[in-house]
C-alpha cells in the first residue's frame, strides 16, 4: 500500500529509529521509517495481534525513550530486497504524552 501525501491528515518525518513493539509475547525489535504526531510506520519481523492495542518504545536519537501505546491500522509484507524485515505496518497512536507529542511537532517541523 502506497500512501499519497494528499491522503495524510498530519505532517510526517521521514526517520530511522529503533522500535520496540511490546506485547505479551516477547519483545520483536523493528525500525520506524516514518512518524508524525498521531501514527508511524515502521519495519518489522512478526507482527502485534490484529486489531489490539499494543505499547511501543521509540528510541528517537540524544533523547530518552517514547513510550506510547498503539493499534495497527495496516500492515503488508514486504518485498524489498534491501530491508531484512518481513513487514511493514502503520499504526496510530492511541495514547501518546503531550511532551511526546510537542517534541514529535518539532521534528516533523524540521523535516
Known amino acids: 500500500m502506497v500512501f499519497e501525501k494528499e491522503r495524510r491528515q ?4 521521514e526517520v530511522k529509529w529503533p522500535v520496540t513493539i511490546i ?14 504526531q498521531v501514527g508511524a510506520s515502521m519495519y518489522c519481523q512478526e507482527l502485534p495481534p490484529t486489531g489490539q492495542e499494543f505499547r511501543l518504545e521509540i528510541q ?3 533523547r ?12 503488508i509484507e514486504n518485498d524489498s530486497p534491501e530491508i531484512s524485515a518481513r513487514f ?24
Open 10 to 13: 498530519f505532517a510526517r518525518a
Open 23 to 36: 506485547t505479551s509475547s516477547p519483545k520483536t525489535p523493528g525500525e520506524i521509517k516514518n512518524i508524525s
Open 60 to 62: 528517537p536519537p540524544n
Open 64 to 75: 530518552q525513550s517514547i513510550i506510547v501505546s498503539a493499534k495497527p491500522i495496516w500492515a
Open 88 to 111: 511493514i505496518m502503520g499504526v496510530i497512536f492511541e495514547y501518546i504524552s503531550e511532551e511526546d507529542v510537542e517534541f514529535l511537532g518539532d521534528v516533523v517541523d524540521k523535516d
